[in-house]
């Protein structure tokens, strides 16, 4: 088994490629590192190099998500282990897939979600141009999938996931180190796999909260929150991009170091701040 160690970054299509570098870079508190022909890279406050990536399509949506594991000879291991179990393999090993990755390999899930393995991610340690807010890294993306079971499994014996918490018939939540979740998975309601949305990370409450009034300020469109999730504990609010892409605000996540811990399967709590999911 190949074990994942970090959730990377997050890749979007982009129909206007400029417009959505105009929203992450100038609204969204992003910073533009690197273009590598249609495609734009961004970092968070944090040393990853990028935690977005932006490349222009016809059509919007997900392109990719990056998903980091120790080593540069992991990749080459997941290589052979991928095509070993049938999976497709769109781009092989490969050491100048993008800026800032020293190794990096392309395949596709079960239910066709383009994923990358990446090793060997540059740090920088550049001061962070200055503005209001600063995310400081991606923290988590969730998947509407096909099968629930099906992709919990793949994820699970061939990248090393673990469960963490479990709504009944919602998310399942999914972690590859100490946060409580990097993946999340829930049912896509037409059968047809779709991105749910990526969470990026703020310093803190008061960092967040800064987020949340300078996203009003600017007219992002906010589309649930603010709020307390039960599982994870994280402060959150949504919002959609120029091309409707759900882009979320976070902090406090739950950090579980407790090896013993137990997933919980509840009902669920989408917000703990509203009674009225309580019910």
Not at 82 to 97: F, K, N, R
Not at 178 to 196: C, R
Not at 212 to 226: D, Q
């Amino acid at each position: 088994m190949v074990r994942v160690v970090k959730l990377a970054h997050v890749g979007l299509n982009a129909t206007d490629l400029s417009r959505q570098a105009e929203f992450y870079n100038d609204k969204w508190g992003l910073e533009r590192i690197d273009e590598f022909g249609r495609e734009m890279f961004f970092r968070a406050e944090g040393p990853a190099h990028h935690v977005l990536t932006l490349h222009e399509q016809p059509t919007p949506g997900l392109h990719h998500v990056a998903l980091e594991v120790a080593a540069p000879e992991d990749v080459d291991r997941a290589y052979e282990e991928l095509a070993a179990g049938g999976i497709e393999v769109v781009t092989p090993p490969a050491q100048e897939l993008e800026p800032g990755i020293a190794k990096a390999i392309r395949f596709k899930d079960p239910d066709g979600f383009l994923v990358e393995l990446v090793a060997g991610v540059d740090r920088v340690h550049d001061p962070f141009a200055p503005r209001d807010v600063k995310p400081q890294d991606l923290n988590h993306v969730v998947l509407n999938v096909g099968d629930i079971e099906r992709s919990e499994r793949f994820y699970r014996e061939m990248l090393g996931f673990k469960l963490t918490d479990r709504f009944i018939g919602g998310l399942s939540f999914w972690a590859c180190n100490a946060n409580h979740h990097s993946l999340a998975f829930g049912q896509a309601a037409s059968g047809s796999a779709s991105f749910n949305h990526a969470a990026f990370e703020m310093r803190d409450w008061e960092a967040w909260l800064k987020a949340v009034f300078y996203a009003g300020e600017r007219g992002i469109r906010r589309v649930w929150g603010p709020g307390r999730h039960l599982f994870g504990n994280n402060l959150f609010s949504y919002y959609h991009d120029p091309e409707g892409n759900t882009v979320e605000y976070t902090a406090e996540v739950e950090q579980l170091t407790d090896p013993n811990r137990q997933p919980r399967v509840m009902q669920p709590v989408p917000d703990i701040w509203n009674s009225a999911n309580r019910a």
